[in-house]
């Protein structure tokens, strides 16, 4: 199965038989705690709100939320995400959403060695972006997390994302590791890089996938810049996720799709026990909600 667009992922989650849930870290923010309770409303997940209870209580009636929630009482917000990650420990949530604390913050208590959720992992950023010219939703990764990956953590990064997609109900998802050009050039490091991770491929050290590379992002997405030039792939104009050389890359891509070409995003972070939504307060709704159908549909 292969997702043309974010209505497919939408639904394939409301189609689930029990509601996942999902524990919102410093729940005092409005605009993360309206975008779970827009995904409720949704049939999307089950909110869990962990923080200060007297400013959420505060933002709910002002939302005019009659509803009663259940709130975990933590003012401080450190202490907030210790909490939710023990939720999730306990298998009361399936995943965990950032709300109004760092992003160190809560990070600190996932990769905690003794109450954490780290699985001796690379985690890595997973951005999903459905485009009004391509075929099907296109992954980037990663542009969020590793900021210079060397070559096993790029391995790791493609492990994260064949997993992912696996789990969202790909069979056997098709990567493109991102190059200018399309041959291996030692001068240009993220080629010989590339070069490598397409031999692991073929080898059988990394599965469950295709992958080609080095490819330039024309070919990797746009069947006839392909057959212009002659390059003959199966990820060719096809590829289900891009693999970046480094976080501007992937950054900018990334944005470049959404605020240059129309594109909608979701975003997680993969790696660790269960998925981590750690969207900027900048952004938009949308984003957040397709984040939490993102996450939901992964956990």
Do not use: W
């Amino acid at each position: 199965m292969v997702l043309k667009n974010f209505d497919e992922m939408v639904e394939k989650v409301r189609g689930l038989s029990t509601k996942k849930t999902v524990a919102l870290v410093a729940a005092e923010d409005r605009h993360s705690l309206e975008a779970v309770l827009n995904a409720e409303r949704e049939g999307i997940v089950r909110p869990l709100l962990v923080g200060d209870e007297e400013k959420i209580r505060g933002l709910l009636k002002d939302l005019n939320v009659t509803k009663e929630y259940e709130i975990f009482n933590e003012p401080d917000s450190n202490k907030a995400a210790y909490k939710a990650v023990e939720l999730v420990r306990e298998n009361k949530a399936d995943f965990l959403m950032k709300g109004k604390i760092e992003t160190a913050g809560i990070l600190k208590a996932v990769v905690d060695k003794e109450k954490g959720l780290g699985q001796g992992r690379l985690m890595s950023h997973f951005a999903i972006i459905e485009l009004p010219t391509y075929h099907k939703l296109l992954v980037i990764t990663d542009g969020g997390m590793v900021m210079y990956p060397d070559l096993d953590q790029k391995k790791e990064i493609i492990n994260n994302a064949v997993d992912t997609l696996l789990k969202l109900g790909y069979e056997r998802p098709k990567l493109g590791v991102l190059a200018a050009i399309e041959k291996v050039n030692p001068k240009m490091p993220e080629t010989v890089d590339a070069g490598k991770l397409k031999d692991m491929y073929l080898e059988g050290q990394i599965e469950n996938c295709i992958i080609e590379g080095p490819i330039s992002y024309d070919l990797a997405i746009h069947e006839e810049a392909a057959k212009i030039k002659a390059y003959e792939s199966e990820v060719a104009g096809d590829a289900d996720a891009l693999i970046v050389p480094d976080i501007t890359t992937g950054n900018g891509v990334a944005k470049a799709l959404v605020y240059s070409a129309k594109g909608k995003m979701a975003g997680i972070i993969v790696g660790a026990k269960v998925p981590i939504i750690l969207t900027s307060r900048g952004s938009s709704a949308e984003e957040k909600f397709l984040s939490l159908a993102l996450a939901a549909a992964t956990s």
